[in-house]
């Protein structure tokens, strides 16, 4: 009764990326054209995928699954962003504001356990190319899948959950573009230490497990290409994996140092601005790293558009 008392915050005030209505205009025009090719280059992949039986395997399976993601995860915050800029306030009521940080969270913390499931594919298909098949068969793509959207989605009601059991009695201003756990967490009227140690050991889990797992698998990705003896397969290993790597490095350097560093010695502004990197860069390079280099991709291209390239079979 206590804690309901005192909870009188009934909606929250965010700040956003800037006060300056020229600024917010621009910013609009940035993140609306951002958000529109981030959803159409993932949606692309996925038509692609979908459409060519030639791109009917496990790495793919898992690369449609994370464009599906992304389209979620940018379409849950960035479209209010584009509201706030454009109306030059953001106000977001408590149970929005909860609503949001639950499902951005959950999408995140799949993102996290799904690049792993996908290093794990590149390990079978790489270091057990015999056995791949039989190891990667359609159930088992299911159950990793499975794993990682209801893990996801599972795990980031203890974080929520922990955040919001404290009451929020004012002030209601929150220095960022959209309901980040951490930040809004700062606003709560009681001792949060103990629950700051219990989000610490959930990122732990929903971060450093499948990033051990990445790393164990490109280690010995990396120690098995080595000992290949044709220089053409070393090639090929390598660009399959890179991409991978490359979204992996921006997911998870962003992503830890958000959640798992110190709060002290850090400027106000610094939460959001690390926000803008895997809220709205990385959804729209994944696109572009994974097809850039990926001739199958292009094949498919090709071939759904009609058209018939030197090299392309129809």
Known sequence: MGAENLTTVKEFILVGLSSHRKIQILLFVIILITY??????????ILLVKADSR????????????SGL???????????????????????????????????????????????AMAYDRYLAICHPLLYAVAMHNSCQLLLASVSWAGGFLLSIINVGCTFRFPFCGPNRINHFFC??????????????????VIFG???????????????????????????????????????????????????????????????GTTPDFEKRLAIFYIIVTPLLNPIIYTLRNKDIHGAAAKFLGRRGPGTKG
């Open 36 to 45: 529109l090719f981030t959803v159409v280059g993932n949606l692309v992949i």
């Open 55 to 66: 791109l009917h395997t496990p790495m793919y399976f898992f690369l449609t699954n994370l």
């Open 70 to 116: 992304e389209i979620c995860y940018v379409t849950t915050i960035v479209p209010q962003v584009l509201a706030h800029l454009l109306t030059g306030h953001g106000v977001i009521s408590f149970t929005h504001c909860a609503a949001q940080m639950y499902v951005a969270l959950s999408l995140g913390s799949t993102e996290g356990i799904l690049l792993g």
């Open 180 to 197: 980040e756990m951490p930040v809004v967490l700062q606003l709560a009227c009681a001792d949060i230490r103990v629950t700051e140690a």
């Open 202 to 264: 959930a990122a732990v889990l929903i971060l450093l497990v499948p990033l051990s797992v990445i790393l164990t698998s490109y280690g010995l990705i990396l120690s098995s290409v080595l000992r290949m003896k044709s220089a053409a397969g070393r090639s090929k290993a390598f660009s399959t994996c890179a991409s991978h790597l490359m979204v992996v490095s921006l997911f998870y350097g962003t992503v830890i140092t958000m959640y798992m560093r110190p709060r002290s």
